[in-house]
């Protein structure tokens, strides 16, 4: 009996220890299909492929993930790291615990640059970030650093440490501006679980874009911490006075987001960073959203906004190549009702309002057998929430008969509600 009972007691760590492996090192064939245990720590949608770092304070254990087709995958796993000497969420200078939250490296310093304490080098993290500051931390100098094997210490001032061999391994797959989630205990859900959590965080941050595009303001703040604050450091109230009295003044706007990441420390608290193109009759802006969340009262809320303004125009001229592709194949498919839903009622051209234009398109589409058009060199003069003027080279052919031109189109309305307001074309 006893031989038995060792014989399954054998069995059975073995199958915690292979369940264990499987966890933490996930794998990755090249194809989309989802693990079947997942970071409960990490969700996209939409996003350029990305790596993050993981570190479970009390399984003393760090991973380095790929977030792959929206998936996280763990392709390295580094064990027996250390944190801070005292146990818990560092709040204050000094206090030698490692803060839990979503943070991003800054740099990377050599160890030509810093005492042996930090070994291979060390990757510094923006503690505190804005959320930490809000919640009134202080402190500063946390890394994710190097440590020499022979070092005997077995905890850091609040740093995370790793031995040389992975620390060099971590920083040779990781850029600047990676993000971290450190965490006293890290979440690994099912398929299902995660499915289900992805679509719960998902739908809130939509659900808080929908609300504001949609002018709603009563659904709007429900979605706001009652100690929320913005880069201008307004609190809540001076936050949702400037949202009601912006949506009386400019009541049509237009909100675009994609490439959502999202990143949690536990249930309640976490961040998430989005590219967010707003558009309103006085203003079209593009940038990175960033809202840290944090739990109020058994819900999620946004305690933090920022907003990270560029010149790009990156999804405008994404937004203009679609509408133009999809316009040219509603000219080429001949159907009038397709073509005509790209064409405001304001529209003018050559001595033509939109039902005479439209009249003779629809004749043309009735004359030709086919239609094939071809567009290259599209050049964008200009970009306001009122008028966007684009042209580009057009070639034309249907039956017998073929011309290429140079094409100009006014557009009227926000990425997403354009319509073509005026059109020219001159031959080449």
Partial sequence: MQSIYRLFSRHIVVSIILLFVFITTGYSDGSSTMPDIISGNFFAEGSIDFKAIAVDKSAKTAYLLKIENDTPVIIKRYTDILTGEVNGDKA??????????????????????????????????????FYDRILGKTGHGIWIHGVDDSIEDNSTEGCVALKNGNMKDLVSQTDILTPVVIAEKLRFLDKDSYVIEKNRWL????????????????????????????????????????????????????????????????????MADFKQLYCASNIIVEGTKKLYISGELGENKIIGELFYPDNSFDMTKRYIEEFINAWSLAWQSKNIDKYKSFYGNSFYSSGMDLENWLKDKDEKFKKYDFIKIEIDNLQIKNISPNETTIYFRQKFAADKYSDTGIKELILKGCPGDFKIISETWRPL
């Fill in 92 to 129: 204050v200078e000094g206090d030698k615990k490692t803060p839990e939250g979503v943070y991003f490296t800054q740099s990377f310093i050599p160890k030509e640059k810093l005492t042996p304490t930090y070994g291979y080098g060390a990757l510094p993290l923006n503690y505190p970030n």
């Fill in 203 to 270: 739908n809130f941050i939509k659900g808080f874009i929908d609300a504001w595009e949609k002018g709603d303001m009563d659904k709007f703040q429900t979605y706001v911490h009652t100690r929320f604050k913005n880069a201008d450091n307004q609190d809540i109230y001076k936050y949702l006075l400037e949202k009601k009295q912006l949506a009386k003044l400019y009541p049509y706007r237009k909100i675009n987001i994609d490439n959502i990441r999202i990143f949690l420390e536990n249930e309640n608290e976490g």
